[in-house]
């Protein structure tokens, strides 16, 4: 077991986040409760190299008439992030967000983990809404969807911090 990935147990305990681990692939699994959605969420270790990556993944699947749209909802939000990465799984209509950091040798910081992980989940769960819009639009409407004003929408966002 790396110490990154030591780093990586620890931190999902003090948390006091369950998870499951696939300790052949130095993997922690989990779900999250969030605003809008449940959040599955991967986080692998690359001991060797000291890469954590941190992939939450919708629970919505994008039917391939629906792909195009979809595409350009992740573009544009991309363009936004200062952090990570959306990417759309082509074949499978599955959408995911990246996000990856790499530690210097033995200096694994539990906040920098507990950091990406919020990320994660909180950036899936502000897209799915705007995801689920897409994927309720009629096959013969798609056409007419204007993905940048869709974006616009603020009541699909979720409430600030501070206002829960």
């Known amino acids: 077991m790396s110490a990154l990935y030591a ?5 999902f305990k003090e948390m006091g986040w369950l998870y499951r681990e696939v300790a ?8 999250f409760e969030a605003h809008h959605t449940k959040v ?17 993944t919708s629970t919505l699947q994008v039917p391939a008439s ?6 350009e909802l992740l573009m544009r939000t991309n363009k936004e992030l200062n952090l990570g990465n959306f990417e759309l799984e082509w074949d499978g209509g599955q959408v995911m967000f990246r996000v990856t ?8 910081d539990s906040r920098i983990i507990a ?3 919020h990320s994660a989940v909180a950036e899936m769960d ?4 705007f995801l689920g819009e897409i994927i309720r639009t009629p096959k013969g409407e798609l056409l007419l969807l204007k993905v940048s004003d ?13 206002e829960e």
């Open 7 to 11: 780093t990586v147990l620890t931190t």
């Open 24 to 31: 052949e692939h130095s993997v922690v699994e989990a779900d």
């Open 40 to 56: 599955p969420l991967h986080a692998q270790v690359f001991g060797d190299t000291h890469i954590l990556s941190v992939v939450s």
């Open 66 to 71: 629906h792909r195009l749209q979809v595409c």
């Open 101 to 108: 950091n790499v530690f210097p040798p033995n200096r694994h």
């Open 115 to 117: 950091s990406l992980v």
């Open 126 to 129: 502000r897209l799915t809404p």
């Open 150 to 162: 869709l974006m616009q929408r603020e009541d699909l966002l979720p409430p600030a911090p501070d």
